[in-house]
């Protein structure tokens, strides 16, 4: 079981969701994976939920943030100063959709969009590190970019993040691994030809065939698989509101 105290500026840190019933989506998600909840109030009767596994965060639930936007989970990357990587990023080919800006004391926030189109956020931590448990069951496990231009994305990624990117072996340069110093961080994957650009998230779970059947119960639907790769057993799902995320059963490093 993964217990974090922080992360060093390049890893995976944290993921939360922006859905239009957050009450709804707290429901689907508790039984699904287990979590307890603490709200927290952001204005306008709404609050941003943490989710919680045996008491360490792990997620938050949250409202959509605009008019327009369809419910969706975000990846951040934890960076020691959003500012400078905001810029960075921007000098590298990406878009800055959201300037860095504080987060009362929890951290400093920027919102990316990669040259291939995928969003990404980075955090600059302040009393809020993200999450406390990884690689754990209800907790995220792993991060995958799909994109659709490998090359560009590895090159991308390299300059932003100094992330080490090679082609996995044996994967026919289909999938290429991210490592952040002596971390495994990710992976990379062309993404199928009707989808656009995104960086999916991967939750542990003790039986991913069982999560399909439970989210197909609870409301939500399979998106692609399962299916059977080197680490474990994984799918695709989406959650009654329409937000994609994937479980993944099978091999978890510590």
């Not at 008491?55 to 936007?69: E, F, K, Q, S, T």
């Not at 369809?70 to 951040?76: E, V």
């Not at 990710?186 to 991913?208: C, I, K, S």
Request: hydrophobic share 45%.
């Amino acid at each position: 079981m993964g217990e974090r105290t922080g992360y060093e500026p390049g890893t995976f840190c944290w993921v939360d969701v922006q859905t239009s019933d957050p009450q709804a989506a707290k429901a689907f998600y508790a039984d699904l994976f287990g979590w307890d909840y603490e709200d927290s109030p952001i204005g306008d009767g709404a609050s941003y939920s943490i989710a919680r596994v045996d008491g360490l965060d792990v997620a938050a639930i949250g409202p959509l943030a605009g008019a327009g936007m369809p419910p969706h989970w975000n990846c951040y990357v934890s960076v020691a100063d959003a500012d400078s990587t905001a810029a960075r990023a921007r000098d590298l080919g990406a878009t800055v959709v959201l300037e860095p800006g504080d987060v009362g004391d929890s951290g400093r926030l920027a919102v990316l969009q990669d040259p291939q189109g995928a969003l990404l956020s980075v955090w600059q931590p302040g009393e809020h590190f993200g999450a406390a448990l990884v690689n754990a069951n209800g907790a995220l496990c792993w991060n995958e970019l799909l994109t659709s231009d490998l090359g560009a994305s590895a090159a991308f990624y390299r300059g932003l993040f100094g992330w080490d990117i090679a082609e996995t072996p044996g994967a026919a340069g289909q999938h290429w691994s991210i490592a952040n110093g002596e971390i495994r961080n990710g992976g990379l994957m062309p993404a199928p030809p009707e989808a656009h650009p995104a960086w999916n998230l991967f939750f542990a779970v003790p039986d991913t065939d069982a999560a399909i059947s439970r989210t197909g119960e609870l409301g939500g639907g399979l998106v692609a698989g399962p299916m059977d790769v080197p680490a474990g057993r994984f799918a695709v799902l989406r959650d009654p509101q329409g937000a994609v995320f994937s479980v993944l059963t099978g091999e978890l490093d510590p």
